[in-house]
């Protein structure tokens, strides 16, 4: 990520993140951190915030480089998701990436299991997906490169965990210099 580059996360815990990012990078511009309307507080110096609808961002096209989904793909089911990840592809500059991570699916049942229960919230079973399926709702939304990393070890307990960059390339006369 470059120091120019501007940064957007999701999620209730994105002022904190967005403030670590910021600082690790450096980052020239403020960071946007976006809540969901019933979460946390908006008190951060040095990260701009809002309360805002992941699926429905108050933000102009192509206004940010890079996007944060920490840990939410788990709470969306697939048409949900999507349609977050195609309001991301709006607001994302050509080239801006976004990068999700999330606990993964198993090849194991009992694993699953676990995770699932240890991961439900209010009674809701969450969505583990593996990288096909990450990246089939990336494609549907609209991303033509997606590929994933093997960013380990980011969790305690380890288990099985996915980490997805997802790059908006949109060509057009404009951008490839032919306009």
Same mark, same amino acid.
């Given at each position: ?13 994105? &002022? ?5 990012? *910021? ?6 511009? /403020?960071?946007? !951190? %976006? @809540? ?10 040095? &990260?701009? /915030? ?13 206004? @940010?480089?890079? !996007? ?10 697939? +048409? =949900? *998701?999507?349609? %977050? ?16 991570? +999330?606990? *993964? !699916? ?32 990336? =494609?549907? !939304?609209? #991303? ?11 969790? #305690? ?5 996915? /980490? %997805?960059?997802?790059?908006? +390339?949109? =060509? ?8």
């Amino acid at each position: 990520m470059a120091p120019v580059e501007r940064l957007l996360v999701l999620g209730p815990d994105a &002022v904190g993140m967005a403030t670590l990012i *910021a600082a690790a990078a450096d980052l020239e511009q /403020t960071p946007l !951190a %976006v @809540i969901d309307d019933d979460q946390g507080p908006l008190d951060r110096a040095g &990260v701009d /915030t809002m309360h805002a609808q992941s699926h429905r961002l108050p933000l102009g096209d192509a206004s @940010i480089d890079f !996007a944060i989904l920490p840990h939410l793909l788990r709470r969306w089911d697939d +048409e =949900y *998701a999507v349609l %977050v990840l195609e309001e991301l592809w709006r607001v994302l500059a050509h080239n801006g990436v976004v990068v999700m991570w +999330e606990i *993964a !699916a198993s090849r194991s049942d009992a694993v699953n299991a676990a995770w699932s229960l240890v991961l439900s919230r209010n009674g809701r079973t969450p969505a583990l997906r593996n990288f096909g399926q990450v990246g089939q709702l990336a =494609y549907d !939304a609209g #991303f033509a490169w997606v590929q994933t990393l093997p960013l380990r070890p980011f969790l #305690f307990p380890p288990g099985p965990r996915l /980490t %997805v960059l997802a790059r908006k +390339e949109h =060509y057009t006369p404009e951008n490839i210099g032919r306009g």
